[in-house]
Nanobody, 120 residues
Framework: VQLQASGGGLVQAGGSLRLSCGAS????????MGWYRQAPGKQREEVAVIISGGGTIYEDSVKGRFTVSRDSAKNTAYLQMNNLKPEDTAVYFC???????????????WGQGTLVTVSS
């Protein structure tokens, strides 16, 4: 399974960007699909995830500003980022997990990172 992330770039504080993550398989088969980010000198952290039932989970600092969504017809997930702040600057990674059965091992997939830079 391959995940292809795109959409990063340079934006001024208060601006918006939309990240896309295209998958090589049906995204409905994923238990979770979403985004992590890693800022310089910091650990990778989960930013937003959409779970198989459609529910979403957000890291506290992005609540109300970021929205994760998916388009099953396009096998693509999105991260709409509004009101961006300099502290959002990081490499953003697409991430997904799947499990063939309840007792089967968890499969984890990562896309390549896409850099988001927010200038003040």
């Amino acid at each position: 399974v391959q995940l292809q992330a795109s959409g990063g770039g340079l934006v001024q504080a208060g601006g918006s960007l939309r990240l896309s993550c295209g998958a090589s398989k049906r995204i409905g088969s994923f238990d979770r699909m979403g985004w992590y980010r890693q800022a310089p000198g910091k650990q990778r952290e989960e930013v937003a995830v959409i779970i198989s039932g459609g529910g979403t989970i957000y890291e506290d600092s992005v609540k109300g500003r970021f929205t994760v969504s998916r388009d099953s017809a396009k096998n693509t997930a999105y991260l709409q980022m509004n009101n961006l702040k300099p502290e959002d600057t990081a490499v953003y990674f697409c991430h997904a997990t799947s499990r063939a059965c309840i007792e089967c091992p968890l499969n984890t997939y990562w896309g390549q990172g896409t850099l988001v830079t927010v200038s003040s």
